[in-house]
């Protein structure tokens, strides 16, 4: 039996959290010089959405956010709490790429592991994935290592797998106000006030270093989800066998577009569409729309990459629903499957 730990950035929500029996270490921001912890594990989806708009409100409004790191102290204590009754720990992290959580997880990661090298012949008991991008990539691959635990796998096969699925789950978003971008450095500011004069939608990815770069412009917010659209459906993997994430800061009635669209040119097995998570949310802003979903790989060709799967990803979700019964995921999370 293993345990599996991923931080808040991996936007999972608390339903679905709950469901899958994950442990969650939260972020915790300082909104207009208070603290406020990211992630709520009673919350519903409901609940969440409306504390969602509250903040993302809030940052349209002027508050001023600072975003922290999660310590190498509470990942250790995480970590030796959840190994108590001998069990080992998967943990997936925001990628290196963006956060410097990922070391803070190393670190306690290896003075456990060093610990418990004798014992265990070398074996370590800590096992760390730095998933190269965040939000619902992280959270699905996640979920998709609690499917394999529930099916008996143990976690020296499961790591394995998941390690496998990195480099083909994409993340693709746009924003909607280039103020955001331009406070991360991402733009010039003068570049940010043109760009929303000229109403320029960028969309965004996550690369296969674990960055985020620029993808494509498109003119206007429609052709940018629509846009958003295409890549996915272009790009996807065996859809009927994935979870699709749509991820979102106060923009729910235009995720629910996305789904319709995308729901009319491929089936997938269910989505989550949930509220953006607070932490990397603050830094693209309100309005922004993420999708995350698994592809050949992470650079997002045209037309035609569906009908040439990688067989390594199909082989992995195989695994997943081989018995031919897929397990749905909790119809509060917009299961649309």
Do not use: W
């Amino acid at each position: 039996m293993f345990q599996i730990v991923v931080d808040s950035g991996a936007n999972i929500p608390a339903e679905l959290v709950r469901h899958y029996d994950i442990k969650v270490l939260s972020f915790v921001n300082i909104a207009d010089g208070r603290p406020l912890v990211c992630f709520d594990p009673e919350l519903s989806i409901e609940e969440e959405r409306i504390k969602g708009k509250e903040y993302y409100d809030a940052i349209r409004a002027g508050m001023k956010v600072q975003t922290g790191l999660i310590g190498c102290g509470e990942f250790e204590a995480c970590f030796r709490s959840l190994m108590e009754n001998g069990d080992d720990v998967l943990c997936l992290t925001i990628s290196s790429g963006i956060s410097g959580t990922f070391n803070a997880a190393r670190l306690a990661a290896n003075a456990i592991n060093e610990e418990a090298s004798d014992e265990t012949e070398g074996r370590p008991r800590v096992r760390l994935i730095d998933t190269k991008n965040a939000s619902l990539a992280t959270g699905i691959l996640a979920i998709y290592a609690s499917e394999f635990r529930a099916k008996g796998m143990d976690i020296d096969e499961v790591a394995p797998l998941i390690e496998g699925l990195v480099p083909q789950i994409n993340g693709v978003f746009t924003v909607g106000d280039l103020r955001y971008l331009a406070k991360t450095g991402r733009l010039t500011g003068s570049k940010a006030l043109i760009g929303n004069l000229l109403s320029i939608k960028p969309i965004l990815r996550g690369n296969r270093d674990g960055f985020i770069v620029q993808f494509k412009k498109c003119h206007g917010r429609k052709a940018a989800l629509n846009t958003l659209v295409s890549l996915v459906c272009d790009n996807i993997v065996d859809p009927e066998s994935q979870i699709l994430g749509i991820a979102h800061a106060d923009a729910y009635e235009e995720s629910v577009y996305i789904m319709n669209e995308i729901t009319k040119r491929v089936h997938v097995r269910g989505f989550i569409n949930t509220t953006y998570d607070f932490c990397t949310g603050s830094h693209v802003g309100p309005d922004t729309i993420a999708l995350f979903f698994l592809g050949k790989d992470r650079e997002l060709g045209g037309e035609g990459i569906l009908s040439r799967a990688s067989h390594a990803v199909s082989a992995q979700l195989e695994a997943l629903c081989g018995d031919g019964r897929i397990a749905p995921i909790p119809q509060g999370s917009n299961n649309r499957a």
